[in-house]
């Protein structure tokens, strides 16, 4: 009777231990869900600003390198504070942290949902390394922009919407170098940023549809919404 009690009794734990278990696998993928919507609406932001900064690198590369840039400079001024803009998806890893640094990944019983919910990790890494690349090469073009243009030909920003595309530019605008040596090296450190850019948007584009596609097997897996 005693050995019958205490078996009970192991058993009667073990099963409160799988139920506080299963209830905190839930609130972290409860959790997850937030955190894949919030990386969605980054990820759509982004690629919106991505597609216009591309837009304009490739006009102020074309005009650089086809056109003369000195009778062309009024353009120049107006697509170059696009071209500064930084691109760059900032994910949410307020649930990642927590599953790897407390080995709480353990807790996914799904082991397809378990190897999903990694792969998706392990993408959002590949996109912060190319992000970290572009913005070095984003800054090594800066260094020669700045030896180029020159920001007292812009009129004032709006307040209200600092950040908006439109931004006069005054009519005696010029360059403060039109070297060519010095517009030819600053379109070799603006053309690799491109190709970094479009491949950048094209990560995203695929972490967005791994985000997609993990809301509904979380959904669908926990019978959330």
Request: charged content about 25%; overall charge neutral.
């Amino acid at each position: 009777m005693l050995f019958l009690a205490v078996f009970c009794g192991f058993l009667a734990e073990n099963f409160r231990e799988e139920q506080v278990e299963h209830h905190r696998e839930k609130q972290y993928m409860y959790s997850m869900l937030q955190d894949l919507r919030a990386d969605i609406t980054e990820i759509d932001s982004n690629l919106l600003l991505g597609l216009q900064v591309a837009v304009a690198l490739d006009s102020v590369i074309y005009i650089l390198n086809e056109e003369d840039p000195v009778k062309n400079v009024k353009r120049l001024y107006e697509k170059f504070p696009v071209v500064g803009r930084i691109v760059q998806a900032d994910f949410t890893d307020r649930t990642s942290s927590q599953l790897k640094s407390s080995g709480s990944l353990r807790l996914v019983r799904n082991a397809d949902l378990s190897d999903s919910i990694s792969s998706y990790w392990s993408r959002v890494a590949v996109d912060e390394e190319i992000a970290s690349l572009m913005f070095e090469v984003q800054g090594k073009a800066g260094d020669i922009a700045s030896q180029v243009f020159s920001m007292k030909y812009y009129g004032k920003r709006d307040p209200n919407n600092p950040l908006t595309k439109t931004i006069a530019v005054r009519d005696d605008a010029k360059l403060l170098d039109d070297n060519p040596k010095l517009i030819a090296q600053f379109v070799n450190r603006i053309t690799p940023r491109l190709g970094i850019l479009y491949n950048y948007l094209n990560n995203l584009r695929e972490t967005k549809m791994m985000a997609l596609r993990l809301i509904e097997f979380i959904k669908k897996e926990y019978h959330l919404k």
